[in-house]
């Protein structure tokens, strides 16, 4: 599986390729989670996919979305600052310079119903592309809101979450909001062997 990073795309295969990511991203989060989503012709988007993220995309062997992940600074528009502060103690979170939030993290399970194997191996190439894109740009911190099963499966592979507050329910999703640091050891832990990474030499360079 091969990774790769779109800020703005240049080209009509990276438009086409962030297309297909809005479409995976209704197909999970309103299709298959049910949740309370705006989507429109089969694509899902919210206004922080107009505050220039970058998106980390894994693409199976026939060049298809199979998992994404939206990251933004905490210095600017962000999730839990501003859809998800009830998942913070006290409604607040100290933030700084090197930290980063990522958001709307899906996998495709649909075509590889048969294969849990694989699902599983697009996820951890998603999470290793997180890391390796936050070390080539100077990110030291990530934040996220999560269900509580990724927290038992992140820290049970070795990236325990720091949480931010207690759980809450959102979207019928039990769901917390936590802190992971970011470096080497962890991608070499994580990365598994069918990772291939196309991201960029660097997109934007942490504060």
Known sequence: MEVIDICMPETSTEAALL??????????????????VACQDGREFDQFDDCGPTYILVLDERAGVVGSVRLLPMSGPNMLMGAFRQLLEEGQLATNPTMIESSRFCVDTSTQSSQ??????????????????????????????????????????????????????????????????????????LRPMSYRSRLSPTTRKAA
């Not at 509580?148 to 959102?170: D, F, K, N, S």
């Open 19 to 36: 297309d297909e990511m809005h479409r995976l991203r209704a197909k999970v989060f309103q299709g298959r989670l049910g949740w309370d």
């Open 116 to 189: 849990r194997g694989a699902t599983h191996e697009a996820t951890f190439c998603l999470l290793a592309g997180i890391i390796e894109w936050c070390l080539r740009n100077g990110w030291t911190d990530l934040v996220t809101a999560t269900d509580v099963r990724m927290e038992r499966l992140l820290r049970q592979r070795g990236w325990p979450i720091t949480r931010l507050g207690e759980p809450c329910l959102i979207n019928e999703t039990n769901s917390v909001a936590g802190r992971l640091a970011i470096n080497r050891d962890t991608f070499d832990l």
